[in-house]
């Protein structure tokens, strides 16, 4: 049983293997937060309510602000007197805010249900318990449940809010956020990460002060420019020890992540939907649905909640059928090419990949429409024949004759002024009236939230992918939401723009995915724009950057493998002088960083010097060999270079420890300085391990076997490397040598 209730102390106990999460609810119907950290027997004390502190219930009515001051709120609302950040705002039919919430009911239930048009988490009734507590705001006839899914092995807890108008007036809210905790502090920092465009997701540690500590997108996606996650982390928390708790988002749009310090020295996290701009209409009967929000807590620093979600990502989110296989290995034209080919250089290009061993072809962008430069030609989904004589089909067959699977790049959710669809329904751009809408990258955005807009572009896509019979699809997505004004919606519905929009997106991947099952599905949003749980429920892999620089990419690749699994990651080795950095790299390192995630090649291979091919066949062989331990291993951090090391290491090991691959990159070089030591984790302490270098040169290993509790606790000592240089050690047991 993961989930117990206790009448007598009134206490909810949640379980994991290795945590405990509580819930106590006081005399009158407050709901609060007693409890979350290691797993323990019992939870009987309600002194975690503080109720002994502030007024207990029968003085409310003299000393009510103050009990909502210290109150450790479950699930905390605005406008009656708690003043820390609230999860629910309600206003009335008479324009007036406020809510209350009050415990009506509970329900534990075998299983975990969905959320109607959401991205949620999935398991078996043997794999996840749920908790539904029910509320009540009797004046204003809101019922709201609470939701907990407890998956047990994996030591997550989700939590969403589903909220009912059971009255009679004409509610709307305000926001609605999806979790909250308040706890105690203990010398707390948050962890989130940070970026931009070229920069996404590097990690960054803040120490809190008293207030509010926003991490938040407003840009209508998740964004680069910070992360739907917080982790809160006490003192001396690294990859191995110390505590972390942490929350992550499975919604694309904007978002609030929140760590607030109260005067009491009491902290409210807080995760939901961004309120800003949101005002959602709620008519009686109606239900708001909020997206859920993934809870880990580890004592083994941030290594066990990495491994945590990984877990659960791989088994309770994502749904391909590509989620437990190996991945074709792609090439891609676009950083070789841009918008610059025909059907001839593209199957050039095809050719000498696949004689390289590359395994799937992805034509990119510019296929369609007056699509030559980014100034023209979204929204006209129509081959343009100029360029793929013949259309898509004779491409496809030309591509398969090769012996290759066939992808094809699109945009759906965009349209560019200069565009037959433009000029056909100029309201279907989401934009404010009497303005000129802000321009990126030329275009602007559908308006997603209408159902004959989706329609409008789907339908020539779908028929596109069909007739070329399409293996795989990435769903690009190149720029963020401003004039958020819609030609459909009334004025009393503007404030639901932001939210639809990303419901509406939702649907249409949905009904790719229902028109073509088995397709290898990648989103992309200008690199890693929308890189977030909610895009996992739909697509197994994510392009992680435009920044394909190999070093670039470890403090890219570091931050997302914090949350996400290895193949999740798309990861591209694309030529040198780098586009973004002009960096030059060794095609060797660009390889074994890009291995990590789901590999392919990005480049104009038509180019690639002979010698170059020869390293590219001996790493594909290398990526059939090994990938399979990115794809079932867990993963480890050894090292990290945006810690400021010269070098970054990491390490994935199957859970049996039988089997291990360390990659060591050299950031730079120095002169005269010895080799580094470096520990492995996750191995078998009682085994003894054949180390053999599978990439990268200097010097063989010289005691090529090596007992388990030996290389974890010695270390493993890696000769000193030249600038951007790597190696890769493959680790397997010897059963014959055990001890
Ligand atoms: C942005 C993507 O991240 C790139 O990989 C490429 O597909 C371009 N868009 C095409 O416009």
């Given at each position: 049983?993961?989930?117990?209730?206790?009448?007598?102390?009134?206490?909810?106990?949640?379980d994991?293997?290795?945590?405990?999460?509580?819930?106590?609810?006081?005399?009158?119907?407050?709901?609060?937060?007693?409890?979350?950290?290691?797993?323990?027997?019992?939870?009987?004390?309600?002194?975690?309510?503080?109720?002994?502190?502030?007024?207990?219930?029968?003085?409310?009515?003299?000393?009510?602000?103050?009990f909502?001051?210290?109150?450790?709120?479950?699930?905390?609302?605005?406008?009656?007197g708690?003043?820390?950040e609230s999860?629910?705002d309600?206003?009335?039919?008479?324009?007036?805010p406020?809510?209350?919430?009050f415990?009506?009911?509970?329900?534990?239930?075998d299983?975990?249900?969905?959320?109607?048009?959401?991205?949620?988490?999935?398991?078996?009734?043997?794999?996840?318990?749920?908790?539904?507590l029910?509320?009540?705001?009797?004046?204003?006839g809101?019922?709201?449940?609470?939701?907990?899914?407890?998956?047990?092995?994996?030591?997550?807890?989700?939590?969403s809010?589903?909220?009912?108008?059971?009255?009679?007036?004409?509610?709307?809210?305000?926001?609605?956020?999806?979790?909250?905790?308040?706890?105690?502090?203990?010398?707390?920092?948050?962890?989130?990460?940070?970026?931009?465009?070229?920069?996404?997701?590097?990690?960054?540690?803040?120490?809190?002060h008293?207030?509010r500590q926003?991490?938040?997108?407003?840009?209508?996606?998740?964004?680069?420019?910070?992360?739907?996650?917080?982790?809160?982390?006490?003192?001396?928390?690294?990859?191995?020890?110390?505590?972390?708790?942490?929350?992550?988002?499975?919604?694309?749009?904007?978002f609030?992540?929140?760590?607030?310090?109260?005067?009491?020295?009491q902290?409210?996290?807080?995760?939901?939907?961004?309120?800003?701009?949101?005002?959602?209409?709620?008519?009686?009967?109606?239900?708001f649905?909020?997206?859920?929000?993934?809870?880990?807590?580890?004592?083994?620093g941030?290594g066990?909640?990495?491994?945590?979600?990984?877990r659960?990502?791989?088994?309770?989110?994502?749904r391909?059928?590509?989620?437990?296989?190996?991945?074709?290995?792609?090439?891609?034209?676009?950083?070789?090419?841009?918008?610059d080919?025909?059907?001839?250089?593209?199957?050039?290009?095809?050719?000498?990949?696949?004689?390289?061993?590359?395994?799937?072809?992805?034509?990119?962008?510019?296929?369609?429409?007056?699509?030559?430069?980014?100034?023209?030609?979204l929204?006209?989904?129509?081959?343009?024949?100029?360029?793929?004589?013949g259309?898509?089909?004779v491409?496809?067959e030309?591509?398969?004759?090769?012996?290759?699977?066939?992808?094809?790049w699109?945009?759906?959710?965009?349209?560019?002024?200069?565009?037959?669809?433009?000029?056909?329904?100029?309201?279907?751009?989401?934009?404010?009236?009497?303005?000129?809408?802000?321009?990126?990258?030329?275009?602007?955005?559908?308006?997603?939230?209408?159902?004959?807009?989706?329609?409008?572009?789907?339908?020539?896509?779908?028929?596109?992918?069909?007739?070329?019979?399409?293996?795989?699809?990435?769903?690009?997505?190149?720029?963020?939401?401003?004039?958020?004004?819609?030609?459909?919606?009334?004025?009393e519905?503007?404030?639901?723009?932001?939210?639809?929009?990303?419901?509406?997106?939702?649907?249409?991947?949905?009904?790719?995915l229902?028109?073509?099952?088995?397709?290898?599905?990648e989103?992309?949003?200008?690199?890693?724009?929308?890189?977030?749980?909610?895009?996992?429920?739909?697509?197994?892999?994510?392009?992680?950057?435009?920044?394909t620089?190999?070093?670039?990419?470890?403090?890219?690749?570091?931050g997302l493998?914090?949350?996400y699994?290895?193949?999740?990651?798309?990861?591209?080795?694309?030529e040198?002088?780098?586009?973004?950095?002009?960096?030059?790299?060794p095609?060797?390192?660009?390889?074994?960083v890009?291995?990590?995630g789901?590999?392919?090649?990005?480049?104009?291979?038509t180019?690639t010097?002979?010698?170059?091919?020869?390293?590219?066949?001996?790493?594909?062989?290398?990526?059939?060999?090994?990938?399979?331990?990115?794809?079932?291993?867990?993963?480890?951090?050894l090292?990290?270079?945006?810690?400021?090391?010269?070098?970054?290491?990491?390490?994935?090991?199957?859970?049996?420890?039988?089997?291990?691959?360390?990659?060591?990159?050299?950031?730079?070089?120095?002169?005269?300085?010895g080799?580094?030591?470096?520990?492995?984790?996750?191995l078998?302490?009682?085994?003894?391990?054949?180390?053999?270098?599978?990439?990268?040169?200097g010097?063989?290993?010289r005691?090529?076997?090596?007992?388990?509790?030996?290389?974890?606790?010695?270390?493993?000592?890696?000769?000193?490397?030249?600038?951007?240089?790597?190696?890769?050690?493959?680790l397997v047991?010897?059963?014959?040598?055990r001890?």
């Amino acid at each position: 049983m993961s989930i117990q209730y206790f009448s007598d102390t009134h206490i909810f106990k949640l379980d994991t293997e290795r945590t405990s999460y509580g819930i106590g609810v006081t005399e009158d119907g407050y709901v609060g937060h007693l409890y979350y950290g290691p797993r323990v027997r019992r939870l009987s004390a309600r002194e975690g309510l503080r109720l002994h502190e502030a007024p207990p219930p029968a003085e409310l009515g003299r000393e009510k602000l103050a009990f909502l001051a210290s109150f450790p709120f479950e699930y905390p609302t605005g406008g009656a007197g708690d003043f820390r950040e609230s999860c629910l705002d309600v206003i009335s039919e008479q324009g007036k805010p406020g809510c209350e919430l009050f415990y009506r009911d509970y329900r534990i239930m075998d299983g975990k249900p969905g959320l109607p048009g959401l991205p949620a988490a999935f398991g078996t009734e043997r794999e996840v318990q749920t908790l539904e507590l029910d509320l009540e705001d009797p004046v204003l006839g809101l019922l709201v449940t609470l939701r907990y899914s407890v998956f047990a092995a994996e030591d997550v807890i989700v939590r969403s809010v589903l909220v009912r108008n059971g009255g009679t007036q004409r509610l709307r809210l305000g926001r609605v956020l999806s979790a909250s905790m308040d706890m105690d502090n203990r010398g707390f920092s948050a962890l989130g990460m940070f970026g931009a465009w070229g920069r996404e997701c590097h990690k960054e540690s803040i120490s809190l002060h008293h207030g509010r500590q926003v991490i938040s997108s407003e840009r209508g996606v998740s964004s680069p420019q910070a992360h739907p996650f917080i982790g809160l982390t006490t003192p001396g928390t690294d990859e191995e020890k110390g505590e972390i708790y942490a929350m992550n988002f499975i919604y694309s749009g904007g978002f609030l992540a929140e760590a607030e310090l109260s005067m009491f020295d009491q902290l409210r996290v807080v995760m939901g939907i961004q309120p800003r701009g949101f005002l959602w209409r709620l008519a009686p009967g109606e239900t708001f649905a909020a997206p859920e929000a993934v809870l880990t807590y580890s004592a083994e620093g941030t290594g066990r909640m990495t491994r945590n979600l990984h877990r659960f990502y791989r088994e309770h989110l994502i749904r391909s059928p590509w989620k437990n296989r190996t991945r074709p290995i792609l090439i891609n034209h676009w950083e070789g090419t841009f918008f610059d080919y025909d059907s001839s250089r593209l199957i050039r290009i095809a050719a000498a990949a696949r004689e390289c061993g590359a395994e799937m072809f992805v034509m990119d962008d510019g296929w369609f429409g007056a699509r030559d430069s980014d100034n023209a030609g979204l929204g006209d989904w129509f081959v343009n024949e100029e360029k793929l004589a013949g259309g898509i089909c004779v491409l496809a067959e030309s591509i398969r004759a090769l012996g290759m699977k066939f992808g094809i790049w699109v945009e759906p959710e965009m349209v560019n002024p200069d565009s037959e669809l433009f000029r056909a329904h100029p309201d279907w751009a989401i934009q404010l009236d009497g303005r000129e809408p802000s321009r990126s990258r030329n275009q602007l955005v559908l308006d997603i939230t209408r159902r004959e807009v989706r329609d409008a572009v789907m339908e020539p896509i779908l028929n596109v992918l069909h007739e070329a019979e399409a293996d795989y699809v990435k769903w690009d997505m190149n720029r963020y939401l401003s004039d958020l004004g819609s030609a459909a919606l009334d004025e009393e519905s503007q404030g639901e723009l932001l939210h639809r929009y990303v419901l509406g997106m939702y649907e249409m991947q949905e009904r790719l995915l229902a028109e073509f099952p088995e397709l290898l599905f990648e989103n992309c949003s200008s690199g890693g724009a929308r890189f977030d749980p909610g895009m996992l429920y739909y697509s197994p892999q994510i392009w992680s950057s435009d920044d394909t620089d190999a070093i670039e990419r470890l403090r890219i690749q570091e931050g997302l493998s914090m949350l996400y699994p290895m193949t999740c990651m798309g990861a591209h080795v694309s030529e040198v002088p780098n586009d973004q950095v002009g960096r030059v790299t060794p095609l060797e390192t660009r390889a074994n960083v890009a291995m990590a995630g789901s590999f392919g090649y990005e480049l104009d291979i038509t180019r690639t010097p002979e010698e170059e091919k020869e390293l590219m066949r001996a790493q594909v062989g290398r990526y059939h060999r090994y990938h399979p331990l990115y794809e079932r291993g867990e993963y480890y951090r050894l090292r990290s270079w945006s810690e400021a090391e010269p070098f970054d290491c990491w390490m994935v090991a199957l859970p049996d420890g039988s089997e291990a691959l360390i990659t060591y990159v050299q950031v730079l070089g120095r002169p005269n300085v010895g080799g580094r030591k470096i520990y492995p984790r996750g191995l078998d302490p009682e085994a003894e391990y054949r180390i053999a270098l599978v990439s990268g040169e200097g010097g063989e290993q010289r005691e090529p076997v090596r007992s388990g509790d030996e290389l974890m606790r010695a270390g493993l000592l890696m000769p000193p490397l030249r600038d951007f240089e790597s190696r890769v050690l493959h680790l397997v047991r010897s059963w014959e040598d055990r001890i």
